[in-house]
């Protein structure tokens, strides 16, 4: 094979190195063209023997790319039959290689058989003794003589034509034996992290990065699987199969309602619930802050009543 694919690389060279050859000679020829137009057209006597010459190189560069264009053709059809030789090399090797694999794997069946049926036949002697003291022996060595028989009788047959088939493939009557495809695992879907549900109040909540959703009651929801116990728990959640979808469902159209008509199913997981106290310079914490003390209250004392004097018109005091 590795002089069929040198001799198409030479041929190849070759080709290319033609090709090359007829762009120079079409150049020849269209400067000998042109040389011919301006002598014509020029001012001259007309001499004969200059257009004489002048047409010699025109006719010269003619004959040349013809014979160029011709040896193109002829070396292109070379190429053809070195590349079909080639193809052919190379799909008999393929097939004196799968060929020889099936032989091997043939051996291999052939000389696995002899120590399988007499395995068998052994078990099944071992079982049979004890066929009238469990009925299971009894059976299953029945089975396996039986197995045993029919095994080596069909591979009587299978075996010499499975050799045939190695020299089917060999000379191309056949097709080489499949190989078995590549094993696809398959990714298992993500879990799911929400379910469909039926709202009978609006709902509102959080997901985890912090971004707020609603949905209107009376329709379905795809809901956070970690907050359908909270909506159950305040009878905004139901199931799709349960008694009030049935009796409720549509009743109302799927309007998204204003947050402050919603009922909150969770917190906003990014929202800070410690608040940083306040730290200045400007201010001097407490000397009594941290110790203990006690407040002494006195009870409530009754107000005593006062009393004043007063002079009547008639001089008198009471």
């Not at 091997?104 to 099944?124: G, Y």
């Not at 299971?136 to 003589?145: A, N, R, V, W, Y």
């Not at 000379?171 to 298992?188: D, L, Q, Y």
């Not at 469909?196 to 909540?205: E, I, Q």
Request: hydrophobic share 40%; charged share 25%; with cysteine.
């Amino acid at each position: 094979m590795a002089k069929v694919v040198g001799g198409l690389d030479a041929l190849r060279a070759k080709q290319s190195s033609l090709a090359s050859q007829r762009d120079t000679a079409h150049s020849l020829l269209v400067k000998a063209r042109a040389a011919l137009q301006v002598y014509l057209l020029g001012d001259n006597d007309g001499d004969d023997r200059a257009v004489a010459a002048l047409q010699a190189k025109v006719d010269a560069a003619l004959s040349l790319l013809a014979s160029l264009d011709t040896a193109i053709k002829t070396q292109g059809e070379r190429v053809a039959d070195a590349e079909r030789q080639l193809a052919d090399e190379q799909t008999k090797a393929a097939r004196k290689m799968a060929s020889e694999a099936l032989a091997l794997d043939v051996n291999s069946i052939e000389s696995q058989l002899k120590p399988w049926l007499a395995a068998t036949r052994q078990l099944a002697i071992a079982l049979e003794k004890y066929g009238p003291f469990r009925f299971e022996c009894g059976s299953i060595s029945s089975f396996l003589g039986n197995a045993a028989n029919e095994v080596e009788i069909a591979m009587g047959v299978s075996l010499p034509d499975l050799r045939g088939g190695v020299v089917a493939v060999a000379e191309g009557r056949e097709r080489a034996p499949a190989k078995p495809g590549a094993v696809v695992k398959t990714i298992a879907p993500p879990a799911p992290t929400t379910a469909r549900v039926y709202l009978t109040a609006s709902v509102a909540w959080y997901d985890d990065k912090g971004a707020k959703f609603r949905a209107p009651a009376m329709n379905d929801c795809d809901l956070p699987l970690t907050l359908i116990a909270k909506g159950k728990a305040i009878g905004a959640v139901h199931e799709l199969n349960s008694d009030v979808r049935r009796k409720s469902h549509g009743s109302r159209a799927p309007t998204v309602p204003a947050w402050e008509h919603c009922r909150w199913l969770n917190d906003n997981p990014l929202a800070k619930t410690d608040v940083e106290p306040i730290m200045s310079s400007h201010f001097q914490p407490h000397p009594g802050v941290g110790k203990p003390y006690t407040i002494r209250q006195s009870a409530p004392q009754t107000p005593a009543t006062a009393t004043r004097s007063v002079t009547r018109p008639d001089g008198g005091k009471r």
